[in-house]
């Protein structure tokens, strides 16, 4: 069974950083990218960030670009998310989702099957 | 960046009753959209994808259709569990996107 499971949420104040973790498992997990989802209280979905399988692509939504960095280390089955100079307006509920499936230097679109449980992010003073 | 206009934003309808939501992206994405179904305090969950594929384990009840920029999820003979919010995404090309929602109630 395929599972994804973050950690790493909290209370952070304004300015400060935070790391996120998803571990992955039930699957070859260097062989698809990863994404970031996040859901601010009692709005909609947001996609924040994507990884590559090898970890040599990555890409950001521009609200987070210069202050969030994804990460993967395919030996310990996990993506992280770097996130710095954090702001309210990120706090959210944070989601990692299976993403599309990569052979060598390409990958190929495939939507979220799988999603985490989600992990929150509180940014306040 | 590739916009997604989900609608309606709500949605009032009866057990039994049949209701469609549309999705209409900024420029064509060919098939490359999915539906997602969320109850509060849970993750998504994926129904469609491909446009029109039914995900494993999801029942027949729900349809989607569409291709390049107009896109359409049908939910038929809706049930008390079916009350939840809906969201569209492309995945045609990063930053993907997704439409704003569309809270399906029970009227």
Redesign the interface.
């Given at each position: 069974e395929e599972q994804l499971l973050e950690s790493g949420g909290g209370l952070v104040q304004p300015g400060g950083s935070l790391r996120l973790s998803c571990a992955a498992s039930g699957f070859t997990f260097s062989s698809y990218a990863m994404s970031w989802v996040r859901q601010a209280p009692g709005k909609g979905l947001e996609w924040v960030s994507a990884i590559s399988g090898s970890g040599g692509s990555t890409y950001y939504a521009d609200s987070v670009k210069g202050r969030f960095t994804i990460s993967r280390d395919n030996a310990k089955n996990t993506v992280y998310l770097q996130m710095n100079s954090l702001r309210a307006e990120d706090t959210a509920v944070y989601y990692c989702a299976k993403d599309g499936y990569c052979s060598g230097a390409n990958c190929y679109p495939t939507s979220f099957r799988d999603w985490g449980q989600g992990t929150l992010v509180t940014v306040s003073s | 960046?590739i916009q997604m206009t989900q609608s309606p934003s709500s949605l009032s309808a009866s057990v039994g009753d049949r209701v469609t939501i549309t999705c209409r992206a900024s420029q064509g994405i060919s098939n490359?959209l999915?539906w997602?179904q969320?109850k509060p305090g849970k993750?998504?969950?994926?129904l469609i994808?491909?446009a029109s594929s039914l995900?494993s384990g999801v029942p027949s009840k729900f349809s989607g259709s569409g291709s390049g920029t107009d896109f359409t999820l049908t939910i038929s003979s809706l049930q008390p569990e079916d009350f939840a919010t809906y969201?569209c995404?492309q995945?045609?090309s990063?930053?993907?996107?997704?439409?704003?929602?569309t809270k399906l109630e029970i009227k």
């Amino acid at each position: 069974e395929e599972q994804l499971l973050e950690s790493g949420g909290g209370l952070v104040q304004p300015g400060g950083s935070l790391r996120l973790s998803c571990a992955a498992s039930g699957f070859t997990f260097s062989s698809y990218a990863m994404s970031w989802v996040r859901q601010a209280p009692g709005k909609g979905l947001e996609w924040v960030s994507a990884i590559s399988g090898s970890g040599g692509s990555t890409y950001y939504a521009d609200s987070v670009k210069g202050r969030f960095t994804i990460s993967r280390d395919n030996a310990k089955n996990t993506v992280y998310l770097q996130m710095n100079s954090l702001r309210a307006e990120d706090t959210a509920v944070y989601y990692c989702a299976k993403d599309g499936y990569c052979s060598g230097a390409n990958c190929y679109p495939t939507s979220f099957r799988d999603w985490g449980q989600g992990t929150l992010v509180t940014v306040s003073s | 960046d590739i916009q997604m206009t989900q609608s309606p934003s709500s949605l009032s309808a009866s057990v039994g009753d049949r209701v469609t939501i549309t999705c209409r992206a900024s420029q064509g994405i060919s098939n490359y959209l999915a539906w997602f179904q969320q109850k509060p305090g849970k993750a998504p969950k994926s129904l469609i994808y491909a446009a029109s594929s039914l995900q494993s384990g999801v029942p027949s009840k729900f349809s989607g259709s569409g291709s390049g920029t107009d896109f359409t999820l049908t939910i038929s003979s809706l049930q008390p569990e079916d009350f939840a919010t809906y969201y569209c995404q492309q995945y045609n090309s990063y930053p993907y996107t997704f439409g704003r929602g569309t809270k399906l109630e029970i009227k």
